[in-house]
T-cell receptor, first 111, second 115 residues
Framework: QKEVEQNSGPLSVPEGAIASLNCTYS??????FFWYRQYSGKSPELIMS????GDQEDGRFTAQLNKASQYVSLLIRDSQPSDSATYLC???????????FGKGTKLSVIP | GAVVSQHPSWVICKSGTSVKIECRSL??????MFWYRQFPKQSLMLMAT?????????EQGVEKDKFLINHASLTLSTLTVTSAHPEDSSFYIC???????????FGDGTRLSIL
């Protein structure tokens, strides 16, 4: 059974701070890793993809991958109230049609 | 890029009605499309995976005769909820992916309410 684990939160950070979201996965053969943001009542929106060890940066977002530790993280710099949402970690194995989603971490950015 | 359009956004109908939801990839060809259901404050639940031109693969516990999926082209998949009942009321979301290993891109979802 492939599993993706996330701390459900809620994670509260003050505006302007760095928010750090973490995810671990069980399938050592996983090859593709994604972070989605889901606002309440809306569908998920892709914000980051990462495929190899190290950091991947896009604006205020940085995804970090460590395959040896089976660990993926998302850093949000200069957090804004508009970043308040549930963040879903998703993992795909080699040759797999499906994504395995974590249950999500709820982030609240306090003005 | 990678836009997925889903219609309708909202459906309210009487018990026993069949409802069709459309999912289109607008700017890419989706070899695989996925249908999810999400109840309030709960996680996404995958219902089925469909590849163009072949029968959908349903997750355990999902009734294939109740949730009919058609993936007739590389840009269109439909989900038909047959003889819907109040317990089928939920948020239905489709996603599409161009190739293996690529991310899934989600439609805006359809909120289904069965009275």
């Amino acid at each position: 059974q492939k599993e993706v684990e996330q701390n459900s939160g809620p994670l509260s950070v003050p505006e302007g701070a760095i928010a750090s979201l973490n995810c671990t996965y069980s399938d050592r053969g996983s090859q593709s890793f994604f972070w989605y943001r889901q606002y309440s009542g809306k569908s998920p929106e892709l914000i980051m993809s990462i495929y190899s060890n190290g950091d991947q940066e896009d604006g205020r977002f940085t995804a970090q991958l460590n395959k040896a530790s089976q660990y993926v993280s998302l850093l949000i710099r200069d957090s804004q109230p508009s970043d308040s949402a549930t963040y879903l970690c998703a993992v795909s194995g080699a040759g797999s049609y499906q994504l395995t989603f974590g249950k999500g971490t709820k982030l609240s950015v306090i003005p | 890029g990678a836009v997925v359009s889903q219609h309708p956004s909202w459906v309210i109908c009487k018990s026993g009605t069949s409802v069709k939801i459309e999912c289109r990839s607008l700017d890419f060809q989706a070899t695989t499309m996925f249908w999810y259901r999400q109840f309030p404050k709960q996680s996404l639940m995958l219902m089925a995976t469909s590849n163009e031109g072949s029968k959908a693969t349903y997750e355990q516990g999902v009734e294939k005769d109740k949730f009919l999926i058609n993936h007739a082209s590389l840009t269109l998949s439909t989900l038909t909820v047959t003889s819907a009942h109040p317990e089928d009321s939920s948020f239905y979301i489709c996603s599409a992916r161009e190739e293996l290993g690529q991310p899934q891109h989600f439609g805006d979802g359809t909120r289904l309410s069965i009275l």
